[in-house]
């Protein structure tokens, strides 16, 4: 009787959920080396960098989604559309519920999944500090239907001018000036006149007011200095007004009330300021996790508590040099880590010691509309403009080829440079 397959269960199909299930599905799964399980609520995979330009409509995400399915069955792996509820750690298995995608047929129940590796890679969330009327009011970027949510919204709104006699004002505010919160701002500067060419012209790009809230001093805190402050002066160029020093205390329907008790009006709120784990990882009982809820891990990426149970990326706490900060929640971390765990996990099977991650910081780059970027490379190089933005671009590239392979990332490439010239430039529907 042949020996039973090693069981590597992933949950979480991210940046580097979805880059270790193809890795280790390409050389472990290909060879029966070990059966390869990757968990998703999704049907699809979207790049989470990319969740700002869909927000705005000025990205289609049917034509960047990755369907998980055909992506398992060209790569080796099995993928499960669960939702991730509980874990028996005794039994090394863990429960999932199945989301309901039809009214007419719906499965109510739970299914266990027996793992003999175990690797989370849930990524994170919004963290809204418990701000009054946040919940309520503000549109998040979580993921992709919350993108799509604030961008039908967006798009509703100028047809519903469309009736009006008169000219309307937009007042759309940004609280959280880090990547996301700049890189949306930017891309609304383009949405805005794309409605405007596209005869959606009630509301007067002129009269569309896009306010970015930093609560620190500055603008883009994990950048350096300069970085910010010539970010700012673009984002400031670009019409768009920018208030550091700015704590908001409550969030109403229609405005920002601030900690010194001063508002400004704002139609559409949208939430980027802070991350923490999503409250799934509750189920984690006396696993040792962060102030944030993250689960804590050695440098070979096992979680402290259990040696069978890996996590990585925003959803782990990963401090590998003990001088340094925890790493950020950065998708070149993921993909690394994802990178390191297809070495690792194979090592494990092989029954050799485990090796210990590092991380190599390249840079950080930020996206100011389709034309434009600002970041610095190698920790010193600093770089802006459309160099700096086709640099960005690659990094989406880097990710294609990950999952797809080079061949067809090089297709996908020609697809898009084809797509975007011929098609509008925002979502109209």
């Given at each position: 009787?042949?020996?039973?397959?090693?069981r590597?269960v992933?949950?979480g199909?991210?940046?580097?959920?979805?880059e270790l299930a193809t890795?280790?599905?390409?050389?472990?799964?290909?060879?029966q080396?070990a059966k390869?399980?990757?968990?998703?609520?999704?049907?699809?995979?979207?790049?989470?960098?990319?969740?700002?330009e869909?927000a705005?409509g000025?990205?289609?995400?049917?034509?960047e989604?990755?369907?998980?399915f055909?992506?398992?069955?060209k790569?080796?792996y099995?993928f499960?559309?669960g939702?991730f509820?509980?874990?028996?750690r005794?039994?090394k298995k863990?429960q999932?519920?199945?989301p309901?995608?039809?009214e007419?047929?719906?499965q109510?129940?739970?299914?266990?999944?027996?793992?003999?590796?175990?690797?989370m890679?849930?990524?994170?969330?919004c963290?809204?500090f418990?701000?009054k009327?946040v919940?309520?009011?503000?549109?998040?970027?979580?993921n992709?239907?919350?993108?799509?949510?604030f961008?039908?919204d967006?798009?509703?709104?100028?047809l519903?001018?469309?009736n009006?006699?008169?000219?309307?004002?937009?007042?759309i505010a940004?609280i959280?000036?880090?990547a996301?919160?700049?890189?949306?701002a930017?891309?609304?500067?383009d949405?805005?006149?794309n409605?405007?060419?596209?005869?959606?012209?009630k509301?007067?790009?002129?009269?569309?007011?896009?306010?970015?809230?930093e609560?620190?001093q500055?603008i883009l805190?994990?950048?350096?200095?300069?970085i910010?402050a010539?970010t700012q002066?673009?984002?400031?160029k670009?019409?768009?007004e920018v208030?550091?020093?700015?704590?908001?205390?409550?969030?109403?329907?229609d405005?920002?009330?601030?900690?010194d008790?001063?508002?400004?009006?704002?139609?559409?709120k949208?939430?980027?300021?802070g991350?923490?784990?999503?409250?799934?990882?509750?189920?984690?009982?006396?696993?040792e996790?962060?102030?944030?809820?993250?689960?804590?891990v050695?440098?070979t990426l096992?979680?402290?508590?259990d040696?069978?149970i890996?996590?990585?990326g925003?959803?782990?706490?990963c401090?590998p040099d003990a001088?340094e900060p925890p790493?950020?929640?950065?998708a070149?971390?993921?993909s690394?880590q994802a990178?390191f765990?297809t070495q690792?996990?194979?090592?494990?099977l092989?029954?050799?010691?485990?090796?210990?991650f590092?991380?190599t910081?390249?840079?950080s780059?930020?996206?100011?509309?389709?034309h434009k970027?600002?970041?610095?490379?190698l920790?010193?190089?600093k770089?802006?403009?459309?160099l700096a933005?086709?640099?960005?671009a690659s990094?989406?590239?880097?990710?294609?080829?990950?999952v797809h392979?080079y061949?067809q990332?090089?297709?996908?490439m020609?697809?898009?440079?084809v797509?975007?010239r011929?098609?509008?430039?925002?979502?109209l529907y």
């Open positions: 009787m042949s020996k039973a397959l090693h590597i992933i949950v199909g991210g940046a580097g959920g979805l890795q280790l599905g390409d050389t472990l799964g290909k060879h080396k390869i399980t990757l968990i998703d609520r999704s049907l699809s995979h979207i790049w989470k960098p990319l969740l700002h869909i705005a000025t990205l289609n995400p049917h034509a989604e990755t369907n998980y055909a992506h398992a069955k790569h080796n099995q499960i559309l939702q509820e509980t874990i028996d005794e039994q863990i999932v519920s199945t309901q995608l039809s007419k047929y719906c109510d129940g739970y299914t266990d999944i027996e793992y003999d590796t175990l690797v890679a849930i990524g994170s969330r963290n809204d418990n701000t009327g919940r309520d009011n503000c549109y998040f970027l979580d992709r239907e919350q993108a799509e949510v961008q039908q967006l798009f509703h709104l100028y519903n001018a469309q009006s006699q008169t000219m309307s004002a937009l007042n940004i959280g000036a880090g996301t919160g700049v890189e949306l930017a891309e609304l500067i949405a805005k006149e409605f405007h060419q596209y005869g959606l012209n509301i007067d790009p002129k009269l569309v007011k896009i306010t970015l809230i609560a620190t500055r805190p994990a950048l350096s200095e300069a910010s010539q002066k673009t984002l400031e670009m019409g768009i208030l550091t020093n700015h704590k908001v205390s409550e969030v109403t329907t405005s920002i009330i601030f900690a008790g001063k508002t400004i009006p704002a139609t559409m949208v939430w980027a300021a991350v923490k784990a999503p409250e799934v990882l509750e189920q984690f009982k006396n696993f996790k962060d102030r944030i809820n993250r689960l804590k050695y440098a096992q979680t402290m508590t040696p069978n890996f996590a990585f925003d959803c782990a706490h401090q001088k790493l950020g929640p950065r070149q971390v993921a690394q990178t765990l690792a996990l194979a090592a494990r092989r029954g050799a010691q485990l090796p210990m590092s991380f910081d390249k840079g780059l930020v996206s100011l509309s389709r970027a600002i970041g610095q490379i920790g010193q190089v770089v802006h403009g459309a933005r086709s640099m960005y990094l989406y590239r880097i990710h294609q080829a990950n392979g061949g990332a090089g297709l996908m020609t697809k898009d440079f797509t975007r011929v098609g509008p430039k925002i979502k």
